[in-house]
């Protein structure tokens, strides 16, 4: 199952991978241009008294990027009518679609770390560890958008009702505007384990639709 997801969605990650680490790069380079005219010293005043966290390019990166990625990965289940033949293998339906959830995740998950731990080195060429402390927090919440776009993305494509789909991206985009509330620098620094915990759980909601296309709900 792992090796069927990576055949269809392949080409998709590693174009994600040269976007976004091609984004992170570009602003880190901006952050170094913006050195050499202007000085180390003007941007750190800038940091620290105008609340700059200078990778605003990156704010609906990750939200993008999960929903294309559900889409992507289940829309062809759908169109193409290979959900009910997964129904139907050897192990249940459940564990199948749970090990496609997984895949997606993971694969979202570590190119989201990735983006981050290039942020993290490409910043610390420049500022100091409580700015770059600063920045990182104020991007994490959109990064854990990103995946919990992906799980409603895909609750929603496997959904087998289209009226009970409306309202479900009604609720996807009513949850996912949760991430994107406050504009502040680490707005959601205490917020930060429960969005986590929400991510966590939301694993479980496409599980919901698979059990509804199972029990024949049209």
Not at 81 to 92: A, V, Y
Not at 180 to 198: D, Q, T
């Amino acid at each position: 199952m792992i090796y069927k997801e990576w055949i269809k969605t392949r080409w998709f990650y590693l174009v994600c991978i040269l976007v976004t680490f091609s984004l992170c790069g570009y602003e880190i380079l901006n952050i170094n241009r913006l050195v050499s005219l202007k000085g180390a010293a003007h941007l750190w005043e800038v940091a620290m008294f105008r609340d700059a966290i200078f990778i605003d390019l990156l704010r609906y990166v990750p939200l993008l990027v999960g929903i294309v990625a559900a889409v992507v990965q289940f829309v062809p289940e759908l169109v193409q009518k290979r959900l009910k033949l997964t129904m139907h293998l050897p192990q249940g339906y459940v564990r199948s679609i749970s090990e496609m959830l997984a895949f997606g995740f993971v694969a979202l998950l570590a190119i989201f770390c990735g983006n981050l731990v290039m942020l993290i080195v490409g910043l610390n060429s420049v500022f100091a560890g409580e700015i770059v402390s600063h920045i990182i927090l104020t991007a994490v919440p959109w990064y854990l958008a990103g995946l919990f776009a992906y799980e409603l993305v895909a609750w929603i494509c496997l959904e087998p009702v289209w009226r009970r789909r409306i309202l479900d991206i009604l609720i996807a985009v009513a949850c996912l505007r949760i991430f994107y509330m406050s504009p502040l620098p680490e707005a959601y620094n205490s917020m930060l384990p429960w969005l986590g915990v929400v991510v966590v759980i939301g694993l479980a909601l496409p599980l919901t639709s698979v059990v509804r296309f199972k029990e024949g709900r049209e």
